[in-house]
């Protein structure tokens, strides 16, 4: 059953929220109810199973390869980083081997046309305030695999981006009236703008009181 799920449709479901709690109900089936807020090592929890789903489901031949110790397919994509397997979980090798950011150095891997690798994409760019294409890719490349056309499609349909990034309409400003711009006396064109009531603390009373204010229209 777990294997065989599909990530749902954010439109619909909410997309990573029902990924979490998903996992939560899977939880609930087989130890019984737990009705408290999602934790943290739940969420990460979460995501892992998420990441073996789907690797499962795209990596099969892959998978069982490296389960048998055996040299991958010749026609997989994945052969000449000599992936190798942690947890369960596949991880790309690489040059960097001798490193000691091991996580960094052996990242997870995903194919970035999954569902499930859209809905991280897109939580972790709302989770960073709709930052963009760099920095969600510096994020995520502490733990997955490099995608940065992947990131570039997905953050390409954010709605609230959409709309912070469209151009405004441009309005010409109107000219300032010749009392504005005609030398004068100081006030001789005033302006007067008035707010109240407001109330202040004069000792231990308070009073009741109205501001006026006058402004110059040439100084």
């Known amino acids: 059953m777990l294997a065989s799920f599909t990530p749902p449709n954010s439109a619909r479901t909410g ?13 609930n089936v087989g130890e019984g109810r737990n009705l408290q807020e999602v934790t943290a090592a739940e969420l990460g929890a979460a995501r892992m199973h998420w990441v073996r789903v789907v690797q499962r489901k795209i990596f099969t031949s892959e998978l069982e ?3 048998r110790n055996s040299a991958l397919p010749s026609n997989s ?8 397997l942690e947890d369960g979980l596949i991880r790309l090798g690489g040059r960097q081997k001798c490193s000691d950011l091991r996580r960094e150095r052996h990242p997870l891997l995903l194919v970035g ?7 991280l994409i897109l939580q972790t760019h709302i ?8 920095v969600v890719l510096s994020e995520l490349r502490t733990k997955f695999a490099r ?15 959409k709309i912070s990034n469209y151009l405004r309409g441009q309005q010409n400003e109107a000219p300032l009236r010749a009392e504005r711009v005609m030398p004068s006396r ?24 109205n501001i006026a204010l006058f402004a110059c229209a040439t100084t």
Do not use: M
């Not at 994509?77 to 190798?84: C, G, L, P, T, V």
């Not at 302006?191 to 009073?207: A, N, R």
């Open 65 to 67: 390869a490296l389960q």
């Open 127 to 134: 989770r960073l305030h709709h930052f963009g294409a760099r």
């Open 15 to 27: 997309g990573w929220f029902a990924l979490r709690h998903g996992f939560r109900f899977l939880q």
């Open 147 to 161: 995608g940065r056309q992947s990131i570039k499609r997905v953050l390409h349909k954010c709605l609230p981006c």
């Open 77 to 84: 994509k994945i052969a000449r980083y000599n992936s190798f």
């Open 113 to 119: 046309s999954h569902r499930f690798t859209e809905l």
């Open 186 to 209: 100081p006030f001789a064109v005033t302006g007067v703008d008035f707010s109240g009531p407001l109330y202040i603390k004069v000792g231990k009373e308070t009073q009741r009181a």
